[in-house]
C-alpha cells in the first residue's frame, strides 16, 4: 500500500459518546473493511473538542498512510474521529483528502452526550469534581451537542447521500441492523455478524491514582505541544500504544452520579431548538430528547 496516496472510503464523524466506539470496532472486525490504528487519529482536526485531543492533519499524508500499514489490498479503509463534527473546517479538509469519501454521523441525546463525556474527559485529565463544575468551567463545551448546527456544515461540502445519520438509540436497540445499514452504506457484505456485536465499548471509568493520571496529562501535553519532525519520532516509536496501555490499567468502574434537575432543565432548554431542527432533517421522533 503506498502510503503516500492512501484514501480513506469513509470517516465516522461523531458525535462525541454516541457509540462511535463500538461501531468502529465492529466495522473493523469485517473482513473486507480495515480501520486506523489507533481508532481517533483526528487528522482532519483544526479545533479540537478538547484541548489535549491530538491534532495531527500537519503529520502529512504519510503519516496518515502509517496508520493503515496493517491492511490488506482492497480493503475498505476507514477511521473515527468525534472531534471531527464540531470543528467547521474539517468537512473541507476531509472532501480534499477524498470529495467521494461518505461520513457517517451517530446522535445521541445531547445532555447524555455532555454527561458522558465529562466522564470520559475525567479519565484522563483534570476536571473538575462535579458535573456543573465542569459546565462552569468550561462554557463553550455545549456546543457539541448542537447536531443540527453541525450538520449543515458538512452538507455545504458533501451531498447527502454520501452521509449516514445514525442514532444511539437504535444501536442499543437493534444493533445489528444498524450495522447492516453500515455495512450497505460502505458497499461491503452486509451478513457479516461481528463478534463484538452485543459488547459493550469504552464503559464508564474513573482513573484509580488522580496523580498517575494528571502525570499522563501532562506529558501528553507536552508531546502535543512539540514540533512535528519530532511528533512524527513519537510515533514511530509507537509510545501511544504505551500511553493507552498505562491508562487502561490505572482505571476502575464508575457509577456515575444522576444530573442535578435545575441543570438537566438548563441544558434541555438550550439544545431543544437544534433538536427540533434535527428531527425534522431526519424525518424522526426525537422528542425524548426534550425530557
Known amino acids: 500500500m503506498n502510503n503516500d496516496s492512501i484514501k480513506l472510503d469513509f470517516v465516522g464523524v461523531g458525535a462525541a459518546k454516541a457509540g462511535t466506539s463500538w461501531l468502529a470496532t465492529c466495522l473493523g472486525e469485517h473482513p473486507a473493511v480495515c480501520m486506523s490504528e489507533p481508532k481517533e487519529l483526528n487528522y482532519f482536526c483544526e479545533k479540537k473538542i478538547w484541548p489535549a485531543f491530538r491534532a495531527t492533519h500537519r503529520l502529512g499524508p504519510q503519516w496518515l498512510g502509517e496508520r493503515f500499514a496493517h491492511c490488506e489490498p482492497g480493503n475498505r479503509l476507514g477511521e473515527f474521529s468525534p472531534s471531527y463534527l464540531c470543528d467547521a473546517h474539517c468537512p473541507e479538509l476531509i472532501f480534499q483528502h477524498n470529495p467521494k469519501c461518505r461520513l457517517?454521523?451517530?446522535?445521541?441525546?445531547?445532555?447524555?452526550?455532555?454527561?458522558?463525556?465529562y466522564h470520559q474527559i475525567g479519565k484522563e485529565a483534570p476536571v473538575a469534581d462535579t458535573f456543573a463544575g465542569f459546565l462552569r468551567d468550561e462554557p463553550d463545551i455545549c456546543r457539541i451537542g448542537l447536531y443540527h448546527h453541525h450538520v449543515q456544515e458538512f452538507l455545504r461540502v458533501f451531498p447527502r447521500e454520501?452521509?449516514?445519520?445514525?442514532?444511539?438509540?437504535?444501536?442499543?436497540?437493534d444493533p445489528l441492523a444498524v450495522l447492516r445499514q453500515c455495512f450497505s452504506f460502505i458497499e461491503v457484505n452486509n451478513d457479516f455478524v461481528p463478534p463484538s456485536l452485543t459488547k459493550q465499548v469504552n464503559e464508564p471509568k474513573v482513573p484509580r491514582s488522580k496523580l498517575l493520571m494528571a502525570m499522563m496529562y501532562w506529558t501528553k501535553c507536552q508531546v502535543e505541544a512539540s514540533g512535528v519532525r519530532l511528533r512524527?519520532?513519537?510515533?514511530?516509536?509507537?509510545?501511544?500504544?504505551?500511553?493507552?496501555?498505562?491508562?487502561?490499567?490505572?482505571?476502575?468502574?464508575?457509577?456515575?452520579?444522576?444530573?442535578?434537575?435545575?441543570?438537566?432543565?438548563?441544558?434541555?432548554?438550550?439544545?431543544?431548538?437544534?433538536?427540533?431542527?434535527?428531527?425534522?432533517?431526519?424525518?424522526?421522533?426525537?422528542?425524548?430528547?426534550?425530557?
Open 104 to 117: 457517517i454521523f451517530s446522535f445521541r441525546h445531547p445532555v447524555e452526550t455532555l454527561f458522558s463525556f
Open 232 to 291: 512524527r519520532f513519537f510515533w514511530k516509536l509507537q509510545l501511544y500504544r504505551l500511553h493507552r496501555f498505562i491508562m487502561r490499567r490505572s482505571l476502575k468502574p464508575l457509577t456515575p452520579t444522576p444530573i442535578d434537575p435545575k441543570i438537566r432543565q438548563q441544558l434541555l432548554d438550550f439544545y431543544r431548538n437544534d433538536t427540533r431542527a434535527l428531527a425534522a432533517f431526519l424525518g424522526r421522533d426525537l422528542s425524548r430528547w426534550e425530557v
Open 162 to 173: 454520501q452521509c449516514l445519520f445514525l442514532l444511539f438509540d437504535d444501536i442499543k436497540r
